[in-house]
């Protein structure tokens, strides 16, 4: 389970401060699928970041299964990310002089696994992904669809406990979105993964079985007006 508390974020530009994020309060239980929407500079992203201890909360708790992460030093949370949290974004991010297999073997090299059982995990969950035919394609050698299915790959060697995805279809077609759109709900229902999505994509936030808004840095539940 994840739990915010009182959350807030500011950051000082040109002298002025700004309050992206206010007194913030959310609890995502574990194995929910979960859309955050609103308008672009709503905080979105920036409690994105904040959930998966990219960036640091200016005040306010964040508390995983309990635990206070951000009572953590910087060594521990690393640890915890590659663990416990796969990213998704927009732009896959793929290293491109890699391979699909060597890409989405990476976070369990980082670990401390061993080739050989990175490798055999990287090529289980690429074959589950429908990638079993493209792993030693290199990602200019793919499709956008392909690269985003190797992303998600990546995002789950770990086994993580959470998802974040941040846009994930942001630079697909509707066809090939809807894929990726699959891909990650079968995760969240076959094993467990909590689902945290921020989209502007409307049919996508349907399908989680909960969607939120962002509004002047404050969370909402889902309103037509907070979009």
Known sequence: ????????????????RIEVLKEMDLTIPTGESMAILGVSGAGKSTLMHILGTL???????????GADVFSWNEKELAS????????????HNLLPEFTSLENTMMPALISGLSQREAR???ESI????????????????????????VAVARA????????????????LDTETGRKVEDLLMNL??????????VTHN???????SRSLGLKDGKVLQHDENAI
């Open 202 to 208: 409307r049919s996508l936030a349907k399908r989680m």
């Open 80 to 91: 915890f990310r590659n663990r416990k949290i796969g990213f998704v974004f927009q732009f």
């Open 156 to 171: 789950v060697i770990m086994e993580p406990e959470v998802i974040l995805a941040d846009e994930p279809t942001g630079n």
């Open 120 to 122: 055999k995990r990287a």
């Open 126 to 149: 690429l074959m589950d992904v429908g990638l079993g035919d493209r792993m030693a394609h290199k990602p200019g050698e793919l499709s956008g669809g392909e690269q985003q299915r």
């Open 188 to 197: 969240n229902r076959q094993r467990n993964i909590t689902l945290v999505v």
């Open 55 to 65: 960036d640091h909360p200016t005040a306010g708790k964040v508390l995983f299964d």
């Open 1 to 16: 389970m994840i739990e915010v508390r009182n959350l807030e974020k500011t950051f000082i530009k040109n002298g002025q």
